[in-house]
């Protein structure tokens, strides 16, 4: 079978068989970057990320920007961002003001000639700012990027439904967004509640409506399943009421109670959280639901409409896995601004400090936010290559992998083959001698079948950082 009769079937769908889940469904890396966080290290220094920026300029792809806008006006118990809950407008013009001076900063290693394709507004909250801070923060972007203001831009904001209404949703428009995602979790009363978010349908119908007005060319919306009081009843009418808004793409995520890790969890009693056989209960229904609506499901969490750019990048080889989820531009390097961001440029993974005080104490001493990241070699790149390839096509010709790598993948990863022997015995995957193709039964568990590519798992497996896969 080619490659790209794998691709298209993998799109009928996935069959859930809750032995394997059990078996394989431990904790493991999401992969939206390789090497994951965890191999970040503080060998690499302001300077290298200086030296690696204007060496990129020779390949001449374009940018993709971030932008981490950490404030929110009150807490959602569940949430495990990089966040403030604070209504201190000085905290936040003290923010913005380091914000546009590490803006500046950036904008001076990179050739003029590198078009922005790509803009993605996360937190926290971006629309915590209002109209008149989010024109000024894109004045900034404007003046100090060359954005590409052509159809094929891809620029999204994440959205609380709560922040904004449908004027505000048209100012987005006006700054040049054009694609929206909607925090939405659940529309169950009790549920909201207990997680301290609380929207009516309404509320979000008005601002799809408004969207699809303003010429939104996506909208997308996040849920989460596991949350408090859930169940698979309650759950079923939010998916519902989402099905009637039609959203282009959904994300829906699997809730991970770490109380220990983040205190605004502690004030969720875990007494009513679904019990590990009802999550996967409410994941069962979720997909079957969401696919027998006409959704695609992309892996990963990720669902879309057929006529989505995703379900395209997916078919003509595009799809990539970044740190924002699954997207398109697979070409462009990454640059992120604000708090935590973490880059992608060339060989290069960075991260700014983590907390406001020290970034903006960085900032202000005129040096670049960087506190650590890694250099990847040549293994490094080969093995996120295919990782890529597993979490995005479902499928690896041994042969096309090492032609346009050149490499033998059968030697070069014999360990690996081996390794994956057991995994196609229990039906995960189909194993021959000319590749690897993750069947239906496997599509649940892309990250478990990823892991046997990964050099650093062995250091890392147990490390209670990583989620569970399901």
């Given at each position: 079978m080619?490659?790209?009769?794998?691709r298209?079937?993998?799109?009928?769908?996935?069959?859930?068989?809750?032995?394997?889940?059990?078996?394989?469904?431990?904790?493991?890396?999401?992969?939206?970057?390789?090497?994951?966080?965890?191999?970040?290290?503080?060998?690499?220094?302001?300077?290298?990320?200086?030296?690696?920026?204007?060496?990129?300029?020779?390949?001449?792809?374009?940018?993709?920007?971030?932008?981490?806008?950490?404030?929110?006006?009150?807490?959602?118990?569940?949430?495990?961002?990089?966040?403030?809950?604070?209504?201190?407008?000085a905290?936040?013009?003290?923010?913005?003001?380091?914000?546009?001076?590490?803006?500046?900063?950036?904008?001076?290693?990179?050739?003029?000639?590198?078009?922005?394709?790509?803009?993605?507004?996360?937190?926290?909250?971006?629309?915590?700012?209002?109209?008149?801070?989010?024109?000024?923060?894109?004045?900034?972007?404007?003046?100090?990027?060359?954005?590409?203001?052509?159809?094929?831009?891809?620029?999204?904001?994440?959205?609380?439904?709560?922040?904004?209404?449908?004027?505000?949703?048209?100012?987005?428009?006006?700054?040049?967004?054009n694609?929206?995602?909607?925090?939405?979790?659940?529309?169950?009363?009790?549920?909201?509640?207990?997680?301290?978010?609380?929207?009516?349908?309404?509320?979000?119908?008005?601002?799809?409506?408004?969207?699809?007005?303003?010429?939104?060319?996506?909208?997308?919306?996040?849920?989460?399943?596991?949350?408090?009081?859930?169940?698979?009843?309650?759950?079923?009418?939010?998916?519902?009421?989402?099905?009637?808004?039609?959203?282009?793409?959904?994300?829906?995520?699997?809730?991970?109670?770490?109380?220990?890790?983040?205190?605004?969890?502690?004030?969720i009693?875990?007494?009513?959280?679904p019990?590990?056989?009802?999550?996967?209960?409410?994941?069962?229904?979720?997909?079957?639901?969401?696919?027998?609506?006409?959704?695609?499901?992309?892996?990963?969490?990720?669902?879309?409409?057929?006529?989505?750019?995703?379900?395209?990048?997916?078919?003509?080889?595009?799809?990539?896995?970044?740190?924002?989820?699954?997207?398109?531009?697979?070409?462009?390097?990454l640059?992120?601004?604000?708090?935590?961001?973490?880059?992608?440029?060339?060989?290069?993974?960075?991260?700014?400090?983590?907390?406001?005080?020290?970034?903006e104490?960085?900032?202000?001493?005129?040096?670049?936010?960087?506190?650590?990241?890694?250099?990847?070699?040549?293994?490094?790149?080969?093995?996120a290559?295919?990782?890529?390839?597993?979490?995005?096509?479902?499928?690896?010709?041994?042969?096309?992998?090492?032609?346009?790598?050149?490499?033998?993948?059968?030697?070069?990863?014999?360990?690996?083959?081996?390794?994956?022997?057991?995994?196609?015995?229990?039906?995960?995957?189909?194993?021959?001698?000319?590749?690897?193709?993750?069947?239906?039964k496997?599509?649940?568990?892309?990250?478990?079948?990823?892991?046997?590519?990964?050099?650093?798992?062995d250091?890392?497996?147990?490390?209670?950082?990583?989620?569970?896969?399901?």
């Amino acid at each position: 079978m080619s490659n790209d009769n794998k691709r298209a079937d993998s799109l009928t769908g996935v069959c859930f068989d809750t032995d394997l889940i059990v078996r394989y469904g431990g904790r493991g890396p999401r992969y939206t970057s390789y090497p994951t966080a965890l191999q970040f290290n503080d060998s690499v220094t302001a300077s290298v990320y200086q030296e690696q920026a204007v060496a990129s300029n020779a390949s001449g792809v374009p940018l993709s920007l971030y932008v981490h806008i950490p404030f929110c006006h009150s807490l959602c118990y569940y949430c495990g961002c990089n966040k403030i809950v604070t209504r201190n407008q000085a905290r936040v013009d003290r923010y913005l003001e380091m914000l546009y001076r590490e803006i500046e900063m950036q904008s001076e290693l990179f050739d003029k000639s590198r078009k922005i394709e790509q803009l993605h507004f996360g937190g926290g909250t971006p629309t915590y700012l209002d109209n008149d801070q989010l024109s000024e923060l894109l004045t900034h972007l404007r003046s100090a990027f060359n954005f590409d203001e052509s159809d094929e831009r891809e620029f999204s904001i994440e959205v609380d439904p709560r922040t904004v209404d449908a004027d505000g949703i048209r100012h987005l428009a006006k700054l040049g967004f054009n694609r929206l995602s909607l925090g939405i979790q659940d529309f169950e009363p009790v549920v909201m509640e207990a997680v301290n978010r609380v929207q009516t349908p309404d509320e979000v119908q008005n601002l799809v409506n408004s969207a699809i007005d303003s010429g939104f060319g996506s909208i997308s919306f996040d849920l989460i399943y596991g949350l408090p009081h859930q169940t698979v009843e309650s759950f079923n009418r939010t998916l519902d009421i989402v099905i009637g808004m039609k959203p282009d793409r959904l994300a829906v995520y699997n809730y991970a109670h770490l109380p220990q890790r983040f205190k605004g969890q502690r004030m969720i009693n875990a007494d009513a959280i679904p019990l590990p056989e009802t999550k996967l209960e409410l994941l069962h229904h979720t997909i079957d639901k969401l696919c027998g609506e006409g959704y695609v499901y992309i892996g990963m969490d990720h669902f879309a409409l057929p006529g989505d750019e995703l379900v395209r990048a997916r078919l003509d080889g595009t799809l990539q896995r970044n740190f924002q989820g699954y997207s398109t531009h697979r070409q462009c390097d990454l640059v992120s601004l604000g708090v935590s961001g973490i880059g992608n440029i060339g060989n290069l993974y960075a991260q700014n400090a983590i907390t406001t005080m020290e970034y903006e104490e960085i900032i202000e001493r005129g040096e670049f936010p960087i506190k650590k990241g890694i250099l990847v070699d040549d293994d490094d790149l080969l093995r996120a290559d295919v990782i890529q390839a597993l979490m995005c096509y479902d499928s690896l010709s041994f042969d096309d992998f090492g032609a346009d790598h050149d490499i033998d993948f059968r030697d070069y990863f014999a360990d690996e083959i081996k390794r994956l022997g057991p995994l196609a015995d229990d039906g995960l995957i189909e194993l021959d001698g000319s590749g690897v193709a993750i069947t239906q039964k496997g599509r649940l568990l892309l990250r478990s079948i990823a892991m046997v590519f990964d050099r650093y798992i062995d250091q890392a497996q147990n490390d209670n950082r990583f989620s569970k896969a399901i």
